[in-house]
């Protein structure tokens, strides 16, 4: 509670007027600016259109000619590689593969920068927060969970791509290959392998380069991942705060101003109500208004489901495929590999349990829903309304999911199953 009140009163003093204003946001749009996907034009924003048009398609080129150079380095030094070291190669090119499917799913469709204009200019709980106190503290809660998960981000952001960098370059150092002749008898290691015009396995110099290259393209690599996973967990965040304002509503629905009590035969008592007319229609008004709600709420979540979707497809496969390479090149247990492969073993098993659980957020709330709308006082109405109210559960009877290209439901037992494939995968790899 303390971070909160500190978040919101330093907030309240810098005048926030629209989400864009908040920290978390204001970090995501920074990132987001690097790798040319921010919504500047939707979102009434000065747009450097040249520069993010050059960007764009300098960034798909790049990508592209790093995917070809992986697959040229594969061949040329096939004969060469043990199975640990193609493995190596094998998940760079898949990460390259996640890379290029969020530059055409997203950084080039229209739809992907409607929907964030959506989101930042309607959808955000930014813009209900003052309907209730329950409305101020959901949108609390979740200004919270989405101002530490950018900072948690932004924290593997920060160490990821060093740890990743500088093990291949300790190895080198302790190996003295940067002493003159030191690679007589071995290379360089590389944190990433493609095939150059020039030598980058036993030249100094060329080494120099293909590292200098190696730290941008990880740079830009982990932003990707990681500031396109941000962007839809904030917006799934908002879902799940907007289905939990709908349920308390409909627990808190208004009873009837007055209330008979019935004495039945063996002294019993019970208890009749019904709405008054000014009540129905006022009744009717907010039965309504829960309705619209609710229908908002699974237009936008169709939506996102339909732009992310294939972005979603495309990064459970590579869960699929990265996650049995990785336990394969960690069954080694050399200290060396651990040091190289464990973390990053670590870090994508974590990020498929986290996106998943984060959408198991929207399903597990809405499947609340259908008790919340049966919580009405639906026996103090009259027939037309409770044929409203009918209506009201049949529309919550199917949760809400985020679905990848409306097939699969994203959550927790999809991750589970991408789980259990990968250990089967290894298991079946190692006893060959």
Avoid at 230 to 248: A, D, K, T
């Amino acid at each position: 509670m303390g971070l909160k009140k500190f978040l919101f009163e330093d907030e309240c003093v810098k005048g926030i007027t629209a989400p864009t204003d908040y920290l978390y946001v204001k970090l995501l749009r920074m990132s987001l600016r690097i790798i040319a996907s921010w919504p500047h034009k939707e979102l009434g924003e000065k747009d450097p259109v040249i520069l993010n048009t050059f960007l764009k398609y300098f960034y798909l080129a790049a990508t592209s000619a790093c995917q070809f150079g992986s697959y040229l380095y594969l061949r040329t030094y096939n004969d060469e590689l043990t199975m640990m070291e193609a493995g190596h190669s094998y998940l760079m090119i898949m990460m390259t593969f996640i890379d290029i499917s969020r530059i055409v799913t997203l950084t080039f469709r229209k739809k992907y920068r409607l929907i964030c204009k959506e989101f930042f200019t309607k959808m955000h709980l930014f813009y209900f927060k003052d309907i209730s106190e329950h409305a101020m503290e959901t949108h609390k809660r979740v200004h919270l969970m989405s101002h530490l998960f950018t900072l948690w981000l932004i924290f593997q952001m920060v160490f990821g791509v060093p740890l990743f960098n500088l093990i291949p370059m300790y190895y080198n150092y302790a190996a003295g290959r940067f002493k003159p002749g030191g690679t007589q008898n071995s290379t360089f290691e590389h944190s990433m392998y493609y095939e150059y015009p020039f030598d980058t396995l036993r030249d100094i110099r060329g080494y120099i380069v293909a590292n200098i290259i190696n730290w941008i393209l990880s740079c830009l690599c982990v932003t990707w991942f990681c500031m396109c996973d941000l962007i839809l967990s904030l917006m799934v965040f908002n879902i799940w705060g907007h289905l939990r304002m709908l349920i308390y509503t409909l627990y808190h629905f208004p009873r009837p101003s007055i209330e008979t009590t019935i004495t039945i035969e063996g002294g019993l008592t019970v208890t009749s109500a019904k709405y008054s007319d000014e009540e129905t229609l006022e009744v009717f008004k907010k039965l309504k208004e829960c309705v619209n709600y609710h229908r908002r709420i699974v237009e936008f979540n169709s939506q996102v489901s339909d732009v992310f979707g294939p972005m979603l497809v495309c990064y459970y496969l590579y869960h699929q495929t990265s996650g049995c390479l990785l336990l394969l090149e960690c069954s080694q247990m050399t200290a060396p590999v651990l040091m190289r492969y464990l973390p990053l073993t670590i870090v994508c098993t974590q990020q498929l349990i986290q996106l998943s659980v984060i959408f198991e957020l929207i399903g597990t709330e809405s499947e609340k829903l259908l008790n919340a709308v049966y919580s009405v006082p639906w026996e103090c109405m009259d027939t037309s309304t409770r044929k409203f109210v009918s209506f009201f559960l049949m529309n919550v009877r199917e949760p809400i999911h985020v679905k990848a290209l409306g097939i699969a439901n994203v959550g927790v037992t999809t991750m589970a199953a991408i789980l259990r494939t990968s250990l089967s995968y290894f298991t079946f790899l190692r006893s060959i």
